[in-house]
């Protein structure tokens, strides 16, 4: 990793202790005059400091003072993406708290390499997340940003991060006391359990246009227009996308094994999946309620098609005009609870059904965006992410609702 700084004016000449000099070293003068300028130019915005990467340009930045970040941003792209995609959305975060992050583009995990299976690309990701950590001693505490394939990258990433951490604590007349026989009820000990990412404090989970129910089950692809001969056809193919097409259209079950995402939305003996994502205090799903022909509504927003808010109760939000909808939920609607699973047959249980409910035994905040009579609907998928700026410029507001949302 290369390093570049830009530092203050000190140490250079004045143009006073250069008289009668020939003409070579007046150009020398002139040329340092012209870099004065430009660092004072960049003194008006504080301490700037950019870590470069020599195959895939700047990956991780930091600006603004103190120059000892406390929060790890990670971002992760989708597939065939790489960390450009998210230049845009990181500089909104540097430019909101200047002082408090460090963000981080991942880079293991682009172009052809995202066919790689989400496992493998998992496993990448939770490498170099201990790497960036090493270089930034002073952060203590971690969220993700994941877009489309990104956001499941990183659910498995979280797994392999996650270390559980049981504290005491002291309860102070809260009614938490096991025991009535207590001899301190004003000092009431008990053990908590508590989680950790990397040994971090996690704090966002945010998911933008990610199929977190795969894209196997009926409607979960857009462009397939809902016929189940589509829908079977591309499920036969989905090989073509290598390890990722087979975890995607949960294909992968030689052996009889369980397909990666179904088995990711229970915790099992090697990897917490549902404690990792648990840990942190808020989980985020941005969906494209409409045209986005990669990734359905209920897949991205870890909804049932009833749940789906009805289209003519959708309103802008007056400061985010993309934005129509925003609600957080507690936990899983219990109407539609089933029973628990105790092996694997694609024939007898509703894999679909029976994922949702895995993955909302916590709360996730829900926020629904509509590109409508925007010139840049149809690139809905990656509008949402601003993934060029010069043609997904119209989801800005959604990347800022992220930003101004954001727990520090």
């Known amino acids: 990793m290369g390093s570049v700084e830009l530092q203050g004016t000190g140490g250079r000449r004045s143009s006073l202790e250069i008289v009668d000099k020939s003409g070579g070293e007046l150009k020398e003068m002139n040329s340092e005059k012209k870099s004065n300028k430009k660092s004072s130019y960049f003194r008006k915005f504080g301490c700037l400091k950019i870590e470069e990467s020599n195959e895939n340009g700047s990956v991780v930045e930091t600006t603004g003072e103190p120059v000892n970040p406390t929060h790890l941003i990670i971002m992760v792209n989708g597939i065939i993406g790489s960390a450009q995609d998210w230049k845009f959305a990181a500089k909104q975060f540097l430019k909101k708290y200047p002082r408090d992050v460090v963000v981080h583009r991942s880079k293991v995990n682009s172009s052809m390499l995202t066919f790689d299976g989400v496992d493998v690309m998992g496993d990448r990701l939770a490498e170099e997340v201990i790497s960036v950590k090493k270089r930034h001693p002073s952060v203590q505490k971690i969220s993700f940003v994941g877009h489309s394939l990104g956001g499941l990258i990183a659910r498995y990433a979280i797994a392999r991060l996650y270390e559980r951490d049981i504290t005491k604590e002291i309860s102070h007349e809260t009614g938490n006391c096991k025991s009535d026989e207590s001899e301190d009820k004003d000092n009431c000990v008990q053990e908590k359990s508590r989680g950790t990412i990397a040994g971090l404090e996690p704090m966002n989970f945010i998911t933008s246009a990610t199929p977190h129910l795969g894209s196997r089950f009926h409607k979960q692809v857009p462009m397939f227009c809902g016929f189940y001969t589509l829908?079977?056809?591309?499920?036969?193919?989905?090989?073509?996308?290598?390890?990722?097409?087979?975890?995607?259209?949960?294909?992968?079950?030689?052996?009889?094994?369980?397909?990666?995402?179904?088995?990711?939305?229970?915790?099992?003996?090697?990897?917490?999946?549902?404690?990792?994502?648990?840990?942190?205090?808020?989980?985020?799903?941005?969906?494209?309620?409409?045209?986005?022909?990669?990734?359905?509504?209920?897949?991205?927003?870890?909804?049932?098609?009833?749940?789906?808010?009805?289209?003519?109760h959708l309103s802008r939000h007056e400061k985010y005009p993309h934005i129509v909808n925003v609600k957080t939920t507690e936990n899983a609607s219990p109407q539609h609870e089933i029973s628990e699973v105790k092996a694997y047959d694609c024939k007898t249980i509703d894999m679909e059904e029976e994922m949702i409910r895995g993955l909302t035994k916590m709360s996730w905040e829900r926020v629904d965006v509509n590109l409508s009579g925007s010139m840049q609907r149809f690139l809905a998928h990656s509008t949402i992410q601003v993934k060029i700026s010069c043609i997904n410029s119209d989801g800005a507001d959604v990347v800022q609702h992220m930003v101004d949302n954001f727990l520090l």
């Not at 591309?234 to 094994?257: E, N, Y």
């Not at 099992?268 to 404690?275: G, K, M, T, Y």
């Not at 840990?279 to 009833?306: E, M, P, Q």
């Open 231 to 312: 829908e079977k056809a591309a499920a036969r193919i989905s090989g073509f996308l290598g390890r990722t097409g087979k975890h995607l259209f949960m294909t992968d079950v030689d052996g009889g094994k369980r397909p990666l995402l179904f088995q990711m939305t229970s915790d099992s003996e090697n990897l917490n999946f549902i404690s990792a994502l648990e840990s942190f205090k808020r989980r985020v799903a941005y969906a494209n309620a409409s045209f986005d022909h990669i990734v359905g509504w209920c897949t991205s927003s870890l909804r049932r098609r009833d749940e789906l808010p009805k289209r003519q």
